[in-house]
């Protein structure tokens, strides 16, 4: 079915210089055209302004089989969340209770919880359990705006269990109708079987996990945990050989809790994304900008675990592209809403709601290589969008932690 929607008072399409992540002065571009009118069946056929699509209906250049206005509604090509960690069993709301009293996500990791806490109940699940457990979450993301979502593995940490996760990904990716890219994060935390020989566990991933993920054809990237107290370059490096002979790029958790040079140990490794960088240091920065590495900021985890935020601004005067993501996970983030982390992104990570924007959209659909179909509204990409009930993009940031989305469309149907 041919669909023109019409009169849309904001539509923000993202077009233009396309072919790389966007950084510097196209970080403010977001193609905004007011009265805007889309044209589209399963992809987009044409993109202008109302006036310019009366035109065309009168002369008979397009033909839809349905006219909608949508005056007072804003349109957005759909946030993409480059880092999720969406699959996972168990809660950890004791820990938060502990957090906002004063604990620390590391004295709670230290003490028994945080990340290893969600590997005993995701081994004491059943793919059944897990499955059902990530549909109510990915649906609910959907609903508050995203459409394509990378998800990690990493609450296994044994090759039964990592395997079950990323059985649990590629279903939900056969289930739904947005993009799912899947991410082994088999070096996540160092199990408590292996606490005291973590030199045996990477040996591990290197020898059984990495081979085995790559046969099933179950990962596209291969994510590690390099900080204080998880894992030092040197492990992670040893992982990252092995994954790149398997075929799997790099994307990493790198300088969260601490500077230990993992960003630039990113930039030079050729990592597609160095997540987090709440520490980065300046010797890191000049390696990322000489290289094809996206920064991806996850303020919803500084504000939820109480840390500084990565430095934005000073990520951009560097020309670096950034992308913004959830990084939703039960412990050290737990929200899903796209909405919420472009709040932060403005509020508190000091970017301006373009940047926000291009950085939700665009960059993070380079960030899953994705580009090409998703991430703006042009000719020929997939008519996946989300109408806001919005007079303009602003108000997406204005009226805060509200649900303003009122319908996502997803390659021409509507989901929601
Ligand atoms: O991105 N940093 C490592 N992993 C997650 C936390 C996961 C958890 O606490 O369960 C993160 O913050
Ligand atoms: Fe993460």
Request: glycine content about 6%; overall charge negative.
């Given at each position: ?9 904001s539509l923000?399409?993202?077009s233009g210089?396309n072919?790389k992540p966007?950084k ?9 055209i ?5 044209y ?10 109302t ?5 065309k209906?009168?002369n008979?250049?397009?033909?839809p089989?349905k006219?909608?206005?949508l005056?007072n509604?804003t349109?957005?090509p ?7 960690h969406?699959?996972f069993?168990?809660?950890r709301?004791?820990?938060f209770?502990k ?6 996500y590391?004295q ?8 290893i806490?969600t590997v005993?109940a995701v081994r004491n699940s ?5 499955f059902?457990?990530?549909?109510k ?5 959907i609903r ?5 979502f990378?998800?990690?593995?990493g609450?296994g940490?044994?090759t039964k269990?990592e ?9 939900l990716?056969?289930?739904f ?5 899947p991410?082994?994060?088999g ?6 079987e292996y606490?005291f020989?973590p030199d ?5 991933i290197c020898?059984?996990m ?7 054809g ?5 994510d590690c945990?390099v ?6 370059i040197e492990q992670?490096?040893?992982?990252f ?5 398997f ?5 990493m ?6 500077d230990?040079?993992?960003a630039?140990?990113?930039a030079?490794i050729?990592a597609?994304?160095a997540d987090?960088?709440?520490?980065v240091?300046d ?5 990322l900008k ?12 500084s504000?939820?675990i109480?840390?500084?935020?990565a430095?934005?601004k000073?990520?951009i005067?560097n ?13 050290s ?6 909405q919420?982390?472009?709040?932060l992104a ?6 301006n709601c373009e940047?926000a924007i291009v950085a939700?959209?665009i960059?993070g ?6 580009n ?10 997939d008519a ?5 009930d919005?007079k303009?993009?602003?108000e997406?940031?204005y009226?805060f ?6 319908m996502v469309w997803?390659?021409?149907?509507r989901?929601?």
């Amino acid at each position: 079915m041919r669909i023109l929607a019409k009169d849309i008072s904001s539509l923000v399409t993202v077009s233009g210089e396309n072919n790389k992540p966007r950084k510097g002065k196209l970080l403010n571009e977001i193609g905004e055209i007011k009265n805007g009118a889309l044209y589209f069946d399963e992809k987009i056929l044409w993109v202008g302004t109302t006036t310019e699509a009366e035109i065309k209906l009168q002369n008979g250049e397009i033909k839809p089989d349905k006219i909608v206005s949508l005056k007072n509604k804003t349109i957005l090509p759909g946030f993409v969340d480059s880092h999720t960690h969406l699959v996972f069993a168990g809660d950890r709301s004791e820990e938060f209770s502990k957090r906002i009293a004063g604990a620390t996500y590391q004295q709670i990791a230290n003490e028994g919880g945080g990340i290893i806490s969600t590997v005993t109940a995701v081994r004491n699940s059943t793919e059944n359990e897990l499955f059902e457990n990530s549909c109510k979450y990915l649906e609910s993301a959907i609903r508050y705006g995203t459409i394509a979502f990378e998800i990690k593995s990493g609450y296994g940490l044994d090759t039964k269990n990592e395997i079950k996760m990323l059985k649990v990904i590629e279903r939900l990716s056969k289930e739904f109708p947005v993009y799912i890219v899947p991410t082994f994060l088999g070096a996540h935390d160092i199990p408590p079987e292996y606490k005291f020989y973590p030199d045996e566990y990477i040996k591990l991933i290197c020898d059984e996990m990495l081979p085995r993920v790559s046969e099933l054809g179950l990962a596209k990237y291969c994510d590690c945990f390099v900080d204080k107290g998880y894992y030092t370059i040197e492990q992670a490096k040893k992982i990252f050989d092995t994954a790149l002979k398997f075929g799997l790029k790099i994307r990493m958790h790198a300088d969260e809790l601490a500077d230990v040079g993992a960003a630039e140990f990113a930039a030079t490794i050729g990592a597609v994304s160095a997540d987090h960088l709440l520490f980065v240091s300046d010797k890191s920065i000049q390696a990322l900008k000489n290289s094809a590495t996206i920064a991806t900021l996850l303020p919803g985890t500084s504000y939820f675990i109480r840390m500084p935020y990565a430095p934005a601004k000073k990520l951009i005067e560097n020309d670096i592209p950034i992308a913004l993501a959830t990084d939703f996970n039960p412990g050290s983030c737990f929200t899903e809403n796209m909405q919420i982390i472009l709040s932060l992104a403005v509020i508190n990570l000091g970017l301006n709601c373009e940047q926000a924007i291009v950085a939700s959209t665009i960059n993070g659909a380079h960030s899953l290589e994705l580009n090409d179909k998703i991430g703006s509204l042009e000719i020929g990409k997939d008519a996946t969008f989300i109408v806001f009930d919005c007079k303009n993009y602003l108000e997406i940031f204005y009226h805060f932690g509200v649900n303003n989305v009122e319908m996502v469309w997803i390659n021409g149907k509507r989901f929601w």
